[in-house]
């Protein structure tokens, strides 16, 4: 018995760190191959605890702030008027993502698994933007989904040959814009500060490349002021205010050269669209400002309380992830986020200057920038409700925290 309590040890140790390099590498592209992954590695993890008897989970910073996290959603439920969308929603679109934390925290427990996960995560950037740079340039389409460029015209006309905007495997240029985010800043903090003595040293540059030209392409304005801002914090942090000089020059030039890409840039019609959604989504907050309507409603509720020829027929995510958020789950479920964000990066903050090994501590300082690029996009649009771009967003504060545990030494 003890034998095959071991070898179940064993097989599903190895089974869930290939669900998680699974997660990281098909994420962008699969949502089938990311759930189904997710879905083993959770099983995996809850029979290792049974058959092991473990009811504890692995105590890290944030532990009592998922608790907060789940406890602060629940009292939407009094008010949702869509209770089994709600009850679905908590566990699909909450529940399962704190479970993912925990399965990443206890899994990736040594340096080797880490790597390998950065590994693989290359590999994905690779193939992604690859995908990204033939759709715009040559196919019209992505060779992984078959998206059509946004917008694009695949012929000649008066005004030439017309692209559109990149979205690689994404349905939205936005979409891919958030994705790269998440992925720019650790790439380039291991190629810029680290990794001088490794091999891909410069193919890792190329991919820092490929991604910022890539997120330029996109034309996703707010995702540049995520990468403006997130640069600004990297720069100070890590006392280099020359990257706040390249960042104007690489923004500012585009601008200079082509007067096409200004004329959009300071087109209003996107940020028209955004304030009618602000203005709905904000009337649905008024309803329930404290608890909200539950957990998941948003979509539906604006649908009734639109006011345009689309009244009762089409629902709508409100492009900002924070007002959305607010009229689901209230200000407490609101806070009870903010307070878990709130809590990781400070844990960073506090655990990052002790992680002697430079690949680590700037794999560490590029995730937290990366994810906090993502939030700042979360203001103006709907990554944090897009299923392939949250669970890339949890996963990197899994990841995050795994690092944070085995790397840290003697605290201070």
Not at 152 to 175: E, I
Not at 253 to 259: E, G, K, Q
């Amino acid at each position: 018995m003890a034998l095959d309590k071991n070898m179940f040890n064993k097989i599903s140790d190895y089974a869930i760190k290939w669900c998680v390099l699974a997660i990281v590498f098909a994420a962008p592209f699969s949502k089938s191959i990311s759930e189904i992954s997710i879905s083993i590695a959770i099983a995996l993890w809850a029979g290792r605890k049974a058959i092991n008897k473990d009811v504890h989970l692995k105590r890290t910073d944030l532990n009592i702030f998922f608790a907060i996290f789940v406890l602060t959603a629940l009292p939407s439920l009094l008010m949702s008027g869509f209770l089994s969308l709600s009850l679905k929603a908590m566990v699909t679109k909450v529940l399962k993502y704190v479970f993912l934390y925990f399965v990443i925290t206890e899994s990736m427990d040594s340096k080797k698994k880490l790597k390998d996960v950065f590994i693989i995560a290359l590999l994905s950037v690779i193939v992604v933007t690859t995908d990204g740079f033939l759709q715009h340039y040559l196919t019209g389409t992505d060779f992984l989904r078959n998206y059509p460029s946004f917008k694009a015209r695949l012929a000649l006309d008066p005004d030439g040959f017309s692209r559109g905007f990149p979205t690689s495997c994404f349905p939205f240029p936005n979409d891919l814009a958030a994705w790269l985010l998440l992925v720019i800043f650790p790439t380039s903090c291991l190629a810029i500060f680290d990794l001088k003595k490794y091999k891909i040293r410069p193919l890792i540059w190329m991919s820092s490349a490929g991604i910022f030209y890539l997120l330029f392409l996109t034309k996703a304005r707010a995702a540049w002021i995520g990468l403006a801002f997130s640069t600004v914090y990297l720069a100070l942090t890590k006392r280099q205010l020359w990257l706040i000089i390249l960042l104007v020059i690489a923004i500012s030039a585009p601008f200079v050269l082509n007067m096409e890409m200004s004329r959009y840039i300071f087109g209003k019609a996107s940020v028209t669209d955004r304030i009618d959604m602000w203005r709905v989504g904000w009337k649905i907050f008024k309803d329930h400002p404290i608890v909200g309507n539950g957990v998941n409603t948003f979509f539906p509720h604006y649908k009734e309380y639109r006011t345009d020829q689309w009244q009762g027929q089409k629902g709508s995510y409100a492009h900002n992830c924070y007002l959305q958020m607010a009229a689901d789950v209230g200000l407490i479920g609101l806070s009870g986020f903010l307070l878990l964000i709130g809590a990781h990066f400070l844990s960073v903050a506090r655990h990052i200057k002790h992680i002697s090994d430079p690949f680590f501590a700037n794999a560490l300082l590029g995730m937290s920038t990366g994810t906090f690029a993502f939030l700042v996009l979360a203001f103006f649009d709907t990554n944090l409700y897009s299923l392939n771009l949250a669970t890339m967003f949890w996963t990197a504060i899994g990841l995050s925290q795994a690092i944070i545990i085995v790397c840290k030494e003697k605290f201070a």
